[in-house]
């Protein structure tokens, strides 16, 4: 078919970083032995037996003596009386990994059958790394207890921001349009289902090797058929992918239409309040779990965006989550309740704190704190505003003291470049996770301290993945993934360990050197990027077709309340107390402090919060407009200097993703050019300042 | 179907200005007699024939001595015995009326039955005047030979820039999806055909009624199954269509795609000056009049915008229409090939002439002058850019001196604000009409002196109809069909008569009072609308997702050539030859002159010429900066105005149009307040400078 690049059921499961051959040579000389006495055979033992035998191809025996890999799970009474600890709210699923230095079996073990299956790709993967000439004892649990993904796909097979391809769950057998938005002719009238079982299992297994343990299986944006996904019969076909993801120890969710009650019985409201609206989630629930008992619970977006919501009805949201949580109670589910709610109509011409976007999350739900039901979490994106290359910490962080909270990020690269432009955000997401919120606790550390259940706190990110054969569009964009779940796993992990790990696993072929090569690349792509576009915080400036590309004023007079207020003489967003939107006040005194005045406020944010003077004086002596236009023949130089890089690797590179890599590092390249070039022009027009080292800018 | 208006086949057929019992209560006292012995009967006198039997419901006989209205061909003989005059190209289609004062029949005669139907219908909407107690003798000629709609229909049921609904020519029975790029499904495997005959009936009625004679029926950009019209089934269809049209004494014409003969034949090359390239034409052209004996031409947008042409091969523009005229001479078939021409893929950072927009029709066809085929047409836009509110003459029509040209406009309100804002273009369309363009010749009066055959000639206009109820939309935007219709044939026609006689047809219910407030309405909205929007011919402000509403930086790092270089001191385009990109210098010495100078730029113009500082002082004493702010206050503040004057005839209109009329003011209100402070505070952002008058303009 013309323009359809036909996708062949799971041929491109070994593309991302478990590369078959690899692992099963890796273990072909192994014999393996499971135990989970301690717990009892449960599905995902039998997906753990399932893949050294049927995935990897080697043997496995009933009697540990005949072993060279023994993995078993352990009673408390084994784990007190080997003096092992294992840490925090997602003890149960860390793992303890013994490799002695000749002879002895290695042992991997776990107070759990999942956190047995983590231990076992963690050993996959070379971690811990037993290249050393001495024994290894390493336990590792994770820090975060929910590890979610949430997938943005739609009943009609595109990918809300997606930049891969199709959906890898919904969409036509074989068909792989790129588009983000399309509609699909449907199988029979209402098949939405790919059914490309093969594809799903690799993705799954994908997610299980980097510690993940939930999912989200469609888009936030609820509409057309995925508003009957918890209805027969589509939710019977739901139930077979959940059947694949449990097995790899993945929680299931599903995103619901707060309306659904209306839309699909006809009910004449939706008010959360209503007992009628209550009785048919109820019931709805109950039948859900009849199909699939181990659901996870709902994701719901409300009041956003034009969603439906309680607003409507003049409910609170915490009306709205905790109908749903009291549904989902019996059953052990959860609802994830987003708070990215913001009005969607602002008025450009309104500079006061009321049209200020990035109060909206803080106004909406800081004074809900403490009445969230205990199977409730709300789920708040790092930031105030919406995954731009710099935010300071959303405020809500530091409001919510008696709430589940799990913070979201977004490895789909939505602003970030459309994994066309190469960004490994880790570096971003650390900064965020580390953000000091209370004496003894970052903001990772903060969300278990103050959740009402410990157990219900974490991370969740909108998945990169699509139909693509290489997962992700580009093929570097994979570290982001494979990054996310590490970064779920330990929120300080090393930038540059990840990257050097995934770069090993991805490029078997590639020697060290090279390695280390593409490790940097990805290393220093974020702050490249966050170079050569929007400066220093100040936020939108994004093409506004798609979010690819500049677009200097694109946002500037839209209803999104996304502004710059670049003028003749200055630029930046006032949000200090004094003069602004006052913004800033919604951080401790500390830090409110030091956001409130430009001294001190760091460079990153600092057109965040202040509306400054092209000729204001930086930290480091050079003026704010100079600091601009360097930061940007910067970022675009050293684009160049990356694709310089990715040449050095080329000859032990294959030629489809050498190739792939290269088209995109040039169409970067271009990107750079441009934001440079148009960044720098519109100021300048501005300011009618010329760069000090005279350098061309176009007038 | 949920979000479809279904419509009806034909039923709005009475939604225009020939109301169907307003005409036959005119005619039901009336015997008519049509006599066309001096050219003999045909398709269009045997419509005539039709009308008033079949659609009027009127009398018709034999004996002329028996009828009150004779109708009558004329002999050369009989033209030079009763000293009557018909003049110019178009003499032919001329028509002659006779109104005694009493008893004696009304006669109305002329050299074809084609100026028979146009003196039937000038008659039935009252031109001339009969009211006053005078014999009434008038003779009336069209100024253009060629006087032609362009449909921007799509195959698949949606119509480029259209803003009243689907094609009436394509698309679904009963779908209306208010789009402008859809895809529908289609009716068996390959039918795109609406099939409403009856709604194609009343159309073609009319525009034979204000005197149209050609019509394109599909989009110059030839995508999907319109390729394929020109073949067999598709070309069958068309034949109905055309025979429709023919009836009415409008040629038929189709848009290709240059590439056809690759596309539908597989042929390795489209190079015109290749033989089996033009033989492939040749025998596609025999065909299609094999089956539409009258059939027109075609219409060929080349080497635009993303379409093929002959530029791909190194031929010209004149090789690639020669060979469609070659084709088509033998059968007396016309090619109109259209100028616009342009690079778009321009780099804005480019100022120099090369670069300038403006000049691309000029720079790729001047030299061409002399060299198309007596049979081809070149179709020049009346602007340089793209039918902005504001532009100077295109200066192609100094340059062709030994061309067929044809002038374009455009009905349907792309820019002009998609007939949801009031905007009746005549004055604009006069204006350039009436350009000096030599001694003792206008533009319109030009073309026909330059031309190789006078009579192919004339004025294109895309046509700005739907399968809405009242056709276009908003019901007052069918004044703009009307107008250009009388516009065509007389060039320069009184505004105020036309929009008066538009109120009179349409609102027969109104008494004369408010049918005037109709007009007046009508007569000031085009200067209203420029006033408002981008200011004194810098073009390009509009929002670039389907260009309505303000984006004032929308273009500007755009592609597509279209920049008004605002800055901290200035704005416009400086196209002088002394420091500009020498576009002034393409016309004659004296407008040369008084472009090249701002103090004699008329001001309409004065930013399309001219990059100036605020502080410009105009002709009037204010400041650049100042007329710009004065004239977008007082442009909004005219909607207002516009509003109250609508609401004045409010009694007097029935509800459906009363109400869709006053929705669609209540927007053009938001749109022009929207547009007034994006552009005051673009301006004032960049220039520091309040208003005068202390009015607020947000910072």
């Known amino acids: 078919v013309e323009g359809i690049d036909m996708a062949i059921a799971g041929e491109d499961a070994d593309e991302m970083w478990l590369r078959h051959s690899v692992m099963a040579d890796r273990t072909k000389h192994q014999t393996f032995c499971v135990n989970v006495d301690a717990t009892g055979e449960d599905a995902v033992s039998l997906r753990l037996r399932s893949e050294i035998v049927q995935w990897l ?101 595109s990918v809300e921001r997606g930049y891969a391809g199709e959906s890898i769950f919904f969409g036509r057998w074989g068909s792989n349009v790129h588009s983000e938005f399309v509609s699909f002719p449907q199988r029979g009238e209402y098949d939405v289902f790919r059914g490309d079982v093969d594809r799903l299992v690799a993705y799954t297994r994908y997610c299980a090797s980097i510690g993940l343990n939930a999912i989200c299986l469609n888009n936030v944006n609820v509409r057309g058929y995925a508003i009957r996904f918890i209805q027969d019969p589509w939710l019977t076909r739901i139930a077979q992918i959940a059947h694949i993801f449990e097995s790899f120890g993945l929680k299931v969710f599903l995103s619901v239409n707060f309306a659904a009650p209306r839309i699909l019985s006809g ?10 609206v209550q009785q048919w989630w109820n019931e709805m629930v109950d039948h859900i779990y009849e199909r699939i ?27 709205g989550a905790n109908m749903f949580a009291h549904a989902l109670a019996p059953h052990g589910g959860i609802v994830i309740w987003r708070a990215f709610v913001y009005n969607s109509h602002t008025d450009w011409r309104d500079r006061t704190a009321q049209a200020d976007r990035a109060r909206a999350a803080w106004e909406n739900f800081h004074d809900l704190d403490g009445q969230f039901a205990s199977n409730a979490i709300l789920q708040v994106k790092f930031g105030p505003i919406d995954f731009q290359t710099s935010e300071p910490l959303n405020p809500l962080f530091f409001a919510m003291k008696h709430t589940n909270v799990i913070m979201e990020f977004e490895i789909t690269a939505e602003y970030l470049g459309h994994q066309i432009d190469l960004n490994f955000p880790l570096p971003q997401w650390e900064h965020m996770a580390s953000w ?81 090569t593409i490790a940097h690349m990805l290393d220093q792509s974020n702050e490249i990027y966050a170079q050569y576009t929007a400066p220093l915080g100040v936020g939108f400036m994004v093409n506004r077709d798609g979010h690819y590309g500049p677009g200097p004023d694109d946002y500037e007079f839209s209803r999104w309340g996304t502004y710059h207020f670049a003028d003749r003489d200055g630029i930046g967003v006032d949000r200090t107390q004094k003069t602004g939107t006052g913004y800033a006040g919604l951080y401790p005194e500390d830090q409110a402090r030091q956001f409130e005045d430009p001294a001190t406020t760091p460079d990153d944010v600092l057109l965040f919060f202040h509306h400054l003077p092209y000729s204001w004086q930086m930290k480091d002596g050079r003026t704010l407009l100079q600091r601009i236009y360097d930061d940007h023949f910067d970022g675009a130089a050293r684009v160049d200097d990356v694709i310089r890089d990715w040449k050095s690797c080329a000859s032990q590179i294959d030629e489809r993703r050498r190739e792939e890599v290269s088209r995109r590092l040039t169409a970067q390249q271009a990107d750079a050019r441009e934001w440079r070039d148009e960044i720098c022009t519109f100021l300048y027009r501005f300011s009618g300042i010329a760069d000090e080292h005279g350098r061309k800018i176009s007038d």
């Open 57 to 157: 191809g080697a043997s496995l025996v009933s009697d540990p003596s005949r072993a060279t890999v023994i993995l078993r799970t352990l009673t408390d009474h084994d784990i007190a009386g080997r003096g092992l600890t294992f840490d925090g709210a997602a003890a149960n699923e860390g793992w303890h990994i013994h490799i002695p230095t000749s002879g002895q079996p290695v042992i991997i073990e776990s107070p759990s059958t999942r956190g047995l299956l983590y231990g076992f790709y963690a050993w996959l993967e070379g971690t811990p790394n037993a290249a050393e000439e001495k024994t290894v004892d390493v336990t590792s649990c994770p820090d975060q207890p929910i590890r979610m993904l949430d997938q943005w796909d739609q009943a009609n097979g």
């Open 267 to 276: 009910l004449s409201t939706v008010d959360p309040c209503d007992p009628a």
């Open 293 to 319: 008992p181990g659901f996870g619970g709902f994701v719901v977006k409300a009041d956003s965006e034009g969603e439906p919501g309680p607003y409507q009805y003049g409910r609170t949201h915490t009306d």
């Open 436 to 516: 000091p919120v209370e004496e003894g606790a970052d903001a990772a550390r903060a969300l278990s301290r103050h959740a009402l259940n410990p157990r219900l706190t974490g991370f969740a990110a909108v998945a990169n993945v699509g139909m693509d054969w290489s997962w992700t569009g580009n093929p570097l964009a994979q570290a982001n993934f494979f990054g996310y779940g590490l970064f779920c796993w330990n929120n300080h992990v090393p930038v540059s360990r990840v990257s050097l790990q995934w770069a090993q696993l991805t490029f078997p072929d590639c020697d060290d050197e090279h390695q280390h």
